[in-house]
């Protein structure tokens, strides 16, 4: 079992940037595809972003060019940097891990949750 814990949600206003982290307990980390997801009050949770094994990204065309996900092997942890942040990113923001060999979504294992409010 992966146990994914992720931080650095808070408060910010508009325009302004914050990093997410999530560590993940496994020894086996770099075996892992990994992402970053949200949910809106009212709304269904959403794919933000996703990074493979060997380090390819992918991202929904909310937020491409504005947040970038990265990981590091070393540390067993994935980022997830967002910038230019607007109100419509407020949502609570979880990881995800999957196996790279399964097909499909990350959505395996989930961290739980961090909070990120975009208001001035």
């Known amino acids: 079992q992966v146990q994914l814990v992720e931080s650095g949600g808070g408060l910010v206003q508009p325009g302004g940037s914050l990093r997410l982290s999530c560590a993940a307990s496994?020894?086996?980390?770099?075996?892992?595809?990994l992402g970053w997801y949200r949910q809106a009050p009212g709304k269904q949770r959403e794919l933000v972003a996703t990074?493979?094994?060997?380090?390819?990204?992918d991202y929904a065309d909310s937020v491409k060019g504005r947040f970038f996900i990265s990981r590091d092997n070393a540390k067993n942890t994935v980022y997830l940097q967002m910038n230019s942040l607007e109100p419509e990113d407020t949502a609570v923001y979880y990881c995800?891990?999957?196996?790279?060999?399964?097909?499909?979504?990350?959505?395996?294992?989930w961290g739980q949750g961090t909070q990120v409010t975009v208001s001035s």
């Open positions: 995800a891990a999957s196996p790279s060999w399964r097909p499909g979504v990350v959505n395996d294992h």
């Open positions: 496994t020894t086996f980390f770099t075996r892992y595809k």
């Open positions: 990074i493979t094994s060997a380090g390819s990204t």
